[in-house]
C-alpha cells in the first residue's frame, strides 16, 4: 500500500475559499464537454482525473478533432493538448468571464468548439453563465499548491480503497460542480429517486451506491476533510465506529465526516482513508443488506514485477474457498 501519507497539508478553508471557488467555476468550463459524453451509471463519465499537476478531462473524440483540457495547477495555467497540436493559456485572469472568453478563443485555434452550455452549476448564489461571473479575482498560486497536495493524498487513498471492489465502480475524480473529489461503489439494486432533485441527482439514485470522498469544504460547512453516505441511507448509522479515530456521523448533513484536522494525526493518512472507506463498506453490508463477497482481500500491493505467480495464484485461491464456504 502507499506511503505517501508523509504528505500533511495544512487546510485552512478561509484561505483556500477563494481559489477552490474560482477553480470550482473554471474547471466547469471544460468539463461540460463530459455532458454529450455516453452516460456512465452515476455520472462516471465527467469526473475529472487527479495529475500530479492538477486536473484533467478525460480525451473527448470529437469527429473533427481529440482532445483534452489538464487544469495545471501547479504551474498556473491550462494545457489543451489534441491531435492538432497543443496550447496553453494561463489560470490567472481578472475574472470567471475573461478566462471562459480566453479559452474559447484558444480552444478555437485547435478546431476545438465552445462546449455547448455555459452554466454555472451547483455554485450557490454564482451568476448563471461563465459570460455573467465578472467578479474580480486573485490567483493564488500557493493556495493551489495546497489544493494539488492535498487532492493527490485523498486519491491515493480512495485508489486504493477502490482496488479490490469487485462491482460497478467509476475512476475516482473530481465532479466538477460540487468540486468534491469521490469514490463510488455501486451495487446493482433498483431504488426510487428522491422525487423534485435536479435530473442528475435521479439519475445518481436509480441504484443503491455508496460514496466516500474528500471536499474542501463550503461557505455552509467551512471545515476541509472525507466524508461518506449511503443511498439509499439505513438507520443505524450513528452507533457505528469508522475506522479512524474522529470520524463521527452527522444526521443533519447526512454524512460520515471524517475532518480533515483528524486524518492528518493519523501516523498514516493513506491507510487511514482506507480504513474510514472499509468502515463504510462494512456499515453497507451489516445496515443495507449489501452482499459481503463484493470486495475481494485487500493484498499489499501486487508488485507483480517481484511476485512470484504462485503467490498471486495461492492468494486467488484463499479468496475463492472464503467465498465457497459461505455458500
Not at 18 to 41: H, I, S
Amino acid at each position: 500500500m502507499s506511503q505517501r501519507g508523509t504528505a500533511r497539508p495544512d487546510l485552512d478553508y478561509e484561505q483556500l475559499a477563494p481559489t477552490v471557488d474560482y477553480v470550482n467555476r473554471v474547471v466547469q468550463v471544460a468539463g461540460k464537454y463530459t455532458l454529450d459524453e455516453p452516460f456512465e451509471v452515476g455520472w462516471g463519465n465527467v469526473v475529472l482525473d487527479v495529475t500530479p499537476r492538477g486536473l484533467s478531462t478525460r480525451t473527448f473524440r470529437h469527429p473533427e478533432v481529440a482532445f483534452r483540457v489538464h487544469y495545471r495547477l501547479l504551474d498556473g495555467d491550462v494545457l489543451i493538448e489534441s491531435d492538432r497540436g497543443t496550447r496553453t493559456l494561463s489560470l490567472r485572469h481578472e475574472s470567471v468571464a475573461s478566462f471562459y472568453r480566453a479559452f474559447c478563443g484558444t480552444a478555437a485555434g485547435l478546431g476545438i468548439g465552445p462546449p455547448n452550455s455555459s452554466l454555472i452549476c451547483e455554485i450557490p448564489g454564482s451568476p448563471p453563465a461563465f459570460e455573467d461571473d465578472r467578479v474580480p479575482r486573485d490567483w493564488d498560486a500557493d493556495a493551489a499548491r495546497l489544493m494539488n497536495t492535498a487532492v493527490n493524498l485523498a486519491a491515493d487513498g480512495l485508489e486504493t480503497w477502490q482496488a479490490p471492489y469487485l462491482g460497478h465502480r467509476p475512476r475516482v475524480g473530481v465532479m466538477w460542480g460540487g468540486f468534491d473529489l469521490s469514490a463510488t461503489r455501486w451495487r446493482p439494486q433498483r431504488t426510487t429517486p428522491t422525487p423534485g432533485r435536479p435530473a442528475f441527482q435521479q439519475n445518481a439514485e436509480l441504484h443503491a451506491y455508496l460514496s466516500v470522498g474528500f471536499s474542501f469544504g463550503s461557505s455552509r460547512s467551512p471545515h476541509p476533510g472525507m466524508y461518506a453516505y449511503l443511498w439509499p441511507q439505513p438507520d443505524g448509522l450513528g452507533s457505528r465506529a469508522w475506522g479512524v479515530e474522529g470520524a463521527a456521523w452527522h444526521p443533519d448533513a447526512g454524512l460520515v465526516q471524517l475532518p480533515w484536522p483528524a486524518l492528518m494525526r493519523t501516523p498514516d493518512p493513506v491507510r487511514s482513508v482506507v480504513a474510514f472507506g472499509d468502515a463504510v463498506q462494512a456499515a453497507a453490508v451489516d445496515l443495507a443488506g449489501w452482499p459481503d463477497d463484493l470486495v475481494c482481500p485487500r493484498v499489499d500491493g501486487w508488485y507483480m514485477s517481484r511476485t512470484p505467480t504462485a503467490e498471486v495464484q495461492r492468494l486467488e485461491q484463499e479468496w475463492h474457498e472464503h467465498v465457497h464456504a459461505r455458500d
